[in-house]
């Protein structure tokens, strides 16, 4: 069963940056697809970014678009999300997900507990 582990979150002014890592173990990261999602108070979960096992195709939610970043180190087990020109908006818990699969699917099976990043002044 593959863990996974989220970290960086943490309290930002708007316009700051922030950097999520997320560790994983019990499986070769290489194997799976991976991506960040995101639950805002009040609202539904949302897929933030996701990239496939090769790490040639990854996809963005429009609202993060040019503003948000997702690699993976598969030498360290470990998955980034950069986040740039926080707003508000970006408010919310961010969770890491994977799944052994090529390409995302838009439901992993493998998730973490999650990480709070707060946008405010």
């Known amino acids: 069963q593959l863990q996974l582990v989220e970290s960086g979150g943490e309290l930002v002014q708007p316009g700051g940056s922030l950097r999520l890592s997320c560790a994983v173990s019990?499986?070769?990261?290489?194997?799976?697809?991976i991506g960040w999602f995101r639950q805002a108070p009040g609202k539904e979960r949302e897929e933030v970014s996701c990239?496939?096992?090769?790490?040639?195709?990854?996809n963005y939610a429009d609202s993060v678009k040019g503003r948000f970043t997702l690699s993976r180190d598969n030498a360290r087990n470990t998955v980034y999300l950069q986040m740039n020109s926080l707003s508000s908006e970006d408010t919310a818990v961010y969770y890491c997900?994977?799944?052994?699969?090529?390409?995302?699917?838009?439901?992993?099976?493998?998730w973490g507990k999650g990480t709070l990043v707060i946008v405010s002044s």
């Open positions: 019990g499986g070769t990261l290489a194997y799976y697809s």
């Open positions: 997900a994977a799944e052994s699969t090529h390409f995302c699917s838009g439901a992993p099976d493998n």
């Open positions: 990239m496939s096992s090769s790490g040639g195709s990854t």
